[in-house]
T-cell receptor, first 112, second 114 residues
Framework: NAGVTQTPKFQVLKTGQSMTLQCAQD?????MYWYRQDPGMGLRLIYY???????DKGEVPNGYNVSRLNKREFSLRLESAAPSQTSVYFC???????????FGQGTRLTVV | GDSVTQMEGPVTLSEEAFLTINCTYT??????LFWYVQYPGEGLQLLLK?????DKGSNKGFEATYRKETTSFHLEKGSVQVSDSAVYFC?????????????FGQGTTLQVKP
């Protein structure tokens, strides 16, 4: 009964370092999403993937890249981390047309 | 562009009190509307949804009605419990092509005291 699994749960990076956030879902969903959550701003969409092999920018894509490795996995990469990327990152999956998104437990990232 | 505005929090209530969390939206087209809940240390989970005007979504004693004339989707519960303490997010779908992308409000923290 895993649903959406994100790794790691916590990470501290130095400015300029790179890292990849991993996300996997076991619900056979076609669509996957990456959001960031900042205080007082709700969640904002970074990138999404409507199906395996496709990715598109969301509201706040600058500084990020994504890879839809296969139907299950959707990773988010920070090539050169900046303090402004300190946030909680959520991966989600869903079946477009059914609307409901299922969220992972989040990755709390701090860039110092 | 499309947007969602929620009432400012935090909201502090005593157990068994009536809850209202206001949500208004701006959207082109006819979005679906949602309430998600986030318990401490967890991801978001869907609480309820409504897909067209005048629909009422309900779950676990919570209700919200899609009001197109007032562009609102206010969350209500008749009698809150301590276990309802969480952050509540109002959201809508946006963009063409039924992609499932969501725009969220800023969240409202609810604290229920015994």
């Amino acid at each position: 009964n895993a649903g959406v699994t994100q790794t790691p749960k916590f990470q501290v990076l130095k400015t300029g370092q790179s890292m990849t956030l991993q996300c996997a879902q076991d619900m056979n969903h076609n669509s996957m999403y990456w959001y960031r959550q900042d205080p007082g701003m709700g969640l904002r969409l970074i990138y999404y993937s409507a199906s395996e092999g496709t990715t598109d920018k969301g509201e706040v894509p600058n500084g990020y890249n994504v890879s839809r490795l296969n139907k299950r996995e959707f990773s988010l990469r920070l090539e050169s981390a900046a303090p402004s990327q300190t946030s909680v990152y959520f991966c989600a999956s869903g079946e477009a047309g059914r609307d409901e998104a299922f969220f992972g437990q989040g990755t709390r990232l701090t860039v110092v | 562009g499309d947007s969602v505005t929620q009432m400012e929090g935090p909201v502090t209530l005593s157990e068994e009190a009536f809850l209202t969390i206001n949500c208004t939206y701006t959207a082109t087209g006819y979005p679906s509307l949602f309430w998600y809940v986030q318990y401490p240390g967890e991801g978001l989970q869907l609480l309820l949804k409504a897909t067209k005007a005048d629909d009422k979504g309900s779950n676990k004693g919570f209700e919200a009605t899609y009001r197109k004339e007032t562009t609102s989707f206010h969350l209500e519960k008749g009698s809150v419990q301590v276990s309802d303490s969480a952050v509540y997010f109002c959201a809508l779908t946006y963009g063409s092509g039924n992609t499932g992308k969501l725009i969220f409000g800023q969240g409202t923290t609810l604290q229920v005291k015994p």
